[in-house]
């Protein structure tokens, strides 16, 4: 417990100097011969092959964007190819000591490092897991295209797949690894350890560290690499990511074996640009990217700079550092060298460098260099050489020649099945356990001081004659999602929780409260206040297979966690080719009383990206059973909760909220009331504002309406709101969003076309004003009211006879309110 850390102020206020202790560079110093006891002669021809072939395969990509052919066949690839020529040394070098469950993740210059670690995992594996890994691969699709013909062992073959594999993801190819959804900067194969690279740059700089969190918790083998660009280590997914990589809390809180580091290397492929700009002396100010680790805690990461021109240097680096993993020592920040002769694309002009400079380079290519030595070593005649090179350049002309051929490496066919991307936005999964077995927790669940805090609670609102229960005895919202969660903590060992304030504090709206005392740390702990990393770490420990609940503490901070949410979560079950499950349930807490910045509900913003299931509960049944289910599945789902509601009791569902287990299916809309005369279609906390709209409209003109909460926003069943307009003629649509834009208009729109001919009148949306949300003191004329709905009514759908309005809902109003933008 942090209480345990007592901070002294005698201590804390002592004057010290802070000394940063030292960041090798450049230490590597052997030569090729010295290493003649470290490697067989047959490594170090491995080694320089791999570099031929991972040289050739990005100077045909080259050849083909700049030149429209590759050795005399035509071809053309609009899409992108983003070439590591120069940089083959620093892959070949991270990937060759790394095993097959060893994982590396990149980003949009990638070729390279997948080939690298490919090759190095093909290298490992037995010729029967080797076989198993093809067969089993999209039903050995990819291994029937490459084996026709094949003369060779069957690590040839291997070769084969992964060069073909990889080409026709980049050529999009229903063939590919990622069945061409990926392409160019995202292809991956997790079989072989190969983790999503990213096109956001930086993108893995925090969904790796999830991956490697994943490893630590559940006390799985291998090792994590984040393959992060030099110019990267400007974006804020890296320095959360690494801030969340090297909390005090893995060494200092987490206990038994799950203390120390996370089994993680930050390996800056340092090209010394990002695309034009230089990092060094111009874009950044670190000067040698190792530096950065002195930033990071107190052994500097054991940061070092190694020359990613020797692969020799790299390999050596490796080894060291995977020794300090494996002690739990980690992370690990290593800075390594390296330089691209290519453009930043095949377009680029270099205008930002000099001929001199690239030439410079180019004298001491790292593969030329490596087979003099070899040379000179006494392991290879040039002829030697030249017959690695005659091969490595036959087997990229073979998988050049495989994969643009129509017949045999089609694209998907969205002709005649034009659903079929549709198909593969989710996974809609059901499991129970992500794995099975016994989860770590501290306590029989039935100890719990909350769980029997709960037993004695009214699971209802309301007694037998309709009096509310006292408050302190009701069963609110946040004991039902606290309930489903707890529930699923002790049955699925994989699944963690995390976000600001999550453990000791029982999260900041005591959903958690009760939770730290069943929960090891390693379980459910406090994160950094970095809500990118919080929701980037849990993409990647979801996508090693892990169940996650990161939470964001307000909507409004979801800006924060902006690419996560909009770019990450969403997208790499389809874009993996259905490959990858993304069980994580991401809950965002609505505000309100806070004024502009704690108060927006921005629910509009997620349902808006295609991919992520969105649900927005209102009332403790419909929290409890949304909760279960969206754990319950293997889709992304941001779970949003408003603050108006954790204290409320079960108000609606007249049996009250069920103590077992139940689920309640996301997309479903319920009809919280009946009525005859209008239907109002409520999301989150205004459903209770409906309500009261509700009883005025019968109070005063005798008007009974139909109250829909739609509960889910993506999926969204429209079948029974259609049916209750049938009856009802008229529908207002409320919730407490900004009403420009939000998703009310996107249900009134559906609707509209829908059901055009039981309307009386058109859809009305009552959101929120388009303004700034003002102080609490002020919010009542920002967020829509129950008075607000039946002006609505009387103004735009049927006059309410002797209404007095207190808000505009004219025409002209609206007209002036959209000229001003307001
Ligand atoms: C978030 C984001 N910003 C900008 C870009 C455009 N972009 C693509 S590559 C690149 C340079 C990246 O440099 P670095 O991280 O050093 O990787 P390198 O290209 O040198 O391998 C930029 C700015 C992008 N893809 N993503
Ligand atoms: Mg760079």
């Given at each position: 417990m942090p209480k345990t850390q007592f901070i002294n102020p005698e201590d804390v206020r002592k004057p010290q100097i802070l000394e940063l202790g030292t960041i090798p560079v450049n230490s590597y110093d052997k030569t090729l011969s010295e290493e003649l006891l470290r490697y067989s002669g047959e490594d170090l021809l491995r080694i320089y092959r791999d570099m031929r072939i991972i040289r050739e395969f990005e100077t045909m990509l080259n050849l083909v964007k700049t030149?429209?052919?590759?050795r005399g066949i035509p071809y053309t690839h609009p899409g992108p190819a983003h070439l590591s020529i120069g940089q083959e040394a620093a892959a070949v070098g991270m990937a060759?000591?790394?095993?097959?469950d060893d994982y590396i993740f990149g980003s949009h210059r990638s070729h390279g490092e997948i080939l690298a670690k490919g090759l190095s995992a093909i290298q490992k594996l037995d010729d029967i897991r080797l076989q198993g890994i093809m067969e089993g691969f999209f039903g050995g699709r990819i291994l029937s295209i490459v084996e026709k013909g094949h003369k060779g062992d069957l690590k040839a073959l291997a070769i084969k797949f992964l060069t073909y594999g990889t080409l026709s993801e980049i050529f999009a190819r229903?063939?590919?690894?990622?069945k061409g959804l990926g392409g160019s900067m995202h292809a991956f194969f997790?079989?072989?350890?190969i983790y999503p690279n990213n096109?956001?740059?930086?993108?893995s700089g925090d969904i790796a560290v999830g991956a490697a969190l994943f490893k630590k918790v559940n006390r799985k083998k291998g090792i994590v690499v984040a393959n992060i660009g030099?110019?990267?280590?400007?974006c804020g997914p890296v320095w959360e990511g690494m801030t969340f990589a090297t909390m005090d809390q893995y060494t200092e809180?987490?206990?038994?074996?799950?203390?120390g580091g996370l089994p993680l290397i930050f390996n800056i492929?340092?090209?010394?640009?990002?695309m034009g700009g230089q990092?060094?002396?111009?874009?950044?100010?670190?000067?040698?990217?190792?530096?950065?680790?002195?930033?990071?805690?107190r052994v500097n990461m054991h940061a070092e700079r190694v020359d990613g021109y020797n692969p020799l240097a790299v390999i050596d680096a490796y080894e060291r550092k995977m020794r300090l993993l494996d002690e739990k020592q980690g992370p690990v920040l290593l800075d390594v060298l390296t330089y691209r002769?290519?453009?930043?694309?095949?377009?680029?002009?270099?205008?930002?460098?000099?001929k001199e400079e690239i030439e410079a380079w180019e004298s001491v290519d790292s593969i030329v260099s490596f087979g003099r030595e070899l040379i000179a070593a006494g392991v290879a005649e040039q002829l030697l050489l030249d017959r690695i090179r005659a091969e490595t350049d036959e087997l990229i002309l073979g998988t050049f020649r495989l994969s643009i051929d129509d017949r045999v490496s089609p694209r998907m066919d969205l002709v005649t099945h034009p659903g079929l991307i549709g198909e593969m936005m989710f996974s809609n999964g059901s499991a129970d356990v992500m794995e099975e077995g016994e989860p770590d927790v501290?306590?029989?669940?039935?100890?719990?001081p909350r769980v029997k805090q709960n037993?004695?609670?009214?699971?209802?609102?309301?007694?037998?004659?309709?009096k509310p229960h006292s408050s302190m005895k009701q069963f609110k919202f946040r004991d039902a999602i606290f309930e489903a969660i707890i529930d699923r903590f002790y049955r699925d060992p994989t699944m963690v929780a995390y976000g600001e304030e999550n453990r000791d504090w029982g999260g900041a709206f005591a959903v958690y409260r009760g939770l730290t005392e069943a929960l090891p740390y390693h379980r459910l702990f406090n994160a950094p206040i970095s809500e990118g990393a919080i929701v980037g770490t849990a993409i990647g420990y979801g996508m090693c297979g892990g169940r996650v609940i990161p939470e964001i503490m307000?909507?409004?901070?979801l800006g924060r966690s902006g690419d996560e949410v909009f770019n990450q979560l969403p997208k790499w079950q389809s874009m993996s080719g259905n490959l990858i499950r993304m069980p994580v349930v991401l809950r965002v807490s609505v505000g309100s009383k806070y004024g502009a910045q704690h108060?927006?509900?921005?629910?509009s913003l997620v349902a808006h990206i295609p991919g992520i299931k969105v649900v927005f509960p209102a009332t403790p049944y419909d929290a409890k059973g949304l909760m279960n289910a969206a754990l319950q599945g293997t889709d992304p789902v941001v779970y949003f909760e408003s603050?108006?509601?954790?204290?409320?009791?079960?108000?609606?569902?007249?049996?009250?909220?069920?103590?077992g287990y139940y689920e309640i299916p996301l997309g479903e809309p319920d009809i919280k009331r009946e009525g005859e005369d209008i239907t109002l279609l409520t999301i989150g906390a205004t459903l209770y504002r409906a309500r009261e709209a509700a009883d005025l409209l019968y109070e005063r003109y005798g008007m009974s309406a139909e109250i829909i909460d739609a509960?889910?926003?993506?999926?969204?069943?429209y079948e029974p709101v259609l049916k209750s307009l049938k009856k009802t003629g008229r529908i207002l649509l409320v919730s407490?969003?900004?009403?420009?834009?939000?998703f009310l208009k996107e249900m009134a729109h559906n609707i509209t076309e829908l059901g055009f001919d039981d309307l009386d009148a058109p859809p009305v949306v009552v959101g929120?004003?388009?303004?700034?949300i003002p102080a609490y003191e002020l919010e009542d004329y920002f967020f829509p009211q129950a008075s607000w709905i039946l002006d609505a009514i009387h103004q735009k759908i049927v006059p309410l006879k002797g209404h007095h309005v207190s808000q505009n809902f004219t025409a002209a109003e609206q007209l002036r309110r959209s000229r001003q933008g307001v």
């Open positions: 030149t429209g052919e590759y060759y000591r790394l095993d097959i229903e063939s590919g690894f990622n997790t079989p072989f350890g096109a956001i740059v930086g993108g030099d110019a990267s280590l400007g809180l987490w206990e038994g074996d799950m203390k492929m340092n090209n010394q640009y990002g990092t060094c002396g111009e874009t950044m100010g670190y000067t040698i990217a190792a530096r950065v680790g002195a930033a990071l805690n002769f290519s453009g930043h694309s095949p377009s680029d002009s270099s205008s930002y460098r000099s501290l306590m029989p669940l039935e100890e719990n037993a004695g609670k009214e699971r209802f609102a309301f007694d037998d004659r309709g307000y909507c409004d901070f108060s927006q509900d921005w629910s603050q108006r509601l954790y204290g409320i009791g079960e108000e609606f569902h007249v049996g009250g909220v069920p103590e509960r889910s926003l993506v999926p969204f069943n407490d969003a900004s009403e420009r834009g939000s929120s004003r388009n303004w700034i």
